[in-house]
């Protein structure tokens, strides 16, 4: 059993690593909060997420096909193939849309059919995070940037400013377990119970943001567009909710795509002009790359398996 759970744990990192920018890139690379207590925050309440919440999003990803110990664990291989490469890249991407991607390219040539009906929510909810992301990044930073202001104290500004980066990264990082970690174990949970899927997956997001995420955590921060310390803050806020609220219906999203929209509803309401629209179209492209990256690697995987007369 161990060693089919062996890529999920390898997914795990590859998420962590590659998400850790998503939660705390902000606030870090503008000084806010250091990295080592960012990753040491974030990684815990990782776990707490998965552990209290990841069980609602595990059924979604239990429902979009049937999974033999087999097929499972080479979906989540090929997840977390194009994950690893991602990072390398430099590019946050999506965890949700890898997995899925992975998914169907596996049942191209396995017995087991898709749920279509489950995967068009899911797809329909990768559409609605980026717009949920602006929607909150833009009606936060309206709410409460004219009590902020009035603070006259810079002093007492940057108090509170890093209190509220510290709580809204904590927040982060329990949306993001209890969002995401659906993606890493989700296809196990009818061999291993939904339990023991939500600490193995945390536990493994968590260990990927303390060992690798520093190759990431600065490109949300400030390529997107240059955010003054408040506006990352908000930035993140934004971000959180969207995940949280998509945690609570149950469906995996990418804190990518919310972070990114986030990070530019918060822009628009802060009047900031100099979005990079390179680095986001990069980034857009990434995230149709991902699911088709995935699938093709799948693929692979399958006629591999194929070949030496493995069924799945």
């Known amino acids: 059993m161990f060693v089919y759970l062996i890529p999920a744990l390898f997914f795990g990192w590859s998420l962590g690593a590659n998400d850790a920018a998503n939660i705390f890139g902000p606030p870090v690379s503008s000084k806010l909060v250091k990295y080592r207590t960012a990753v040491l925050l974030s990684g815990l309440f990782i776990v707490i997420g998965a552990l209290l919440q990841g069980g609602n999003g595990m059924e979604t990803v239990r429902s979009v096909s049937a999974y033999s110990w087999v097929s499972g664990s080479m979906s989540v291989l090929a997840a977390a193939i194009t994950m690893t490469i991602m990072t390398f890249l430099k590019v946050p991407v999506s965890s949700s849309q890898a997995i899925i991607g992975a998914i169907i390219g596996m049942n191209i040539f396995g017995n087991n059919s898709v749920n279509w009906s489950v995967l068009l929510k899911v797809v329909a909810a990768w559409v609605g995070t980026p717009l949920g992301g602006m929607l909150f990044g833009f009606i936060s930073h309206k709410s409460f940037s004219p009590l902020f202001n009035k603070i006259g104290s810079i002093v007492m500004q940057e108090r509170i400013m890093k209190i509220m980066a510290l709580i809204i990264g904590c927040y982060g990082s329990y949306a993001l377990g209890a969002n995401n970690v659906a993606n890493i174990t989700g296809v196990f949970v009818n061999q291993i119970g939904v339990e023991a899927a939500t600490l193995i997956g945390g536990v493994a997001i968590a260990l990927g943001v303390i060992t690798f995420s520093r190759r990431v955590m600065f490109t949300v921060g400030k390529k997107i567009t240059p955010l003054d310390p408040f506006s990352s803050m908000i930035a993140i806020l934004g971000e959180s909710l969207t995940v949280w609220v998509y945690a609570l219906i149950g469906i995996p999203v990418s804190t990518s795509q919310a972070v990114v929209g986030s990070v530019l509803g918060t822009s628009l ?44």
Request: positive net charge.
């Open 269 to 312: 309401a802060a009047g900031h002009g100099s979005i990079s629209k390179k680095q986001v179209l990069k980034i857009v492209i990434a995230w149709i790359n991902t699911p088709l990256s995935a699938g093709l690697i799948a693929v692979g995987l399958a006629l591999l398996l194929k070949l030496f007369g493995i069924t799945f």
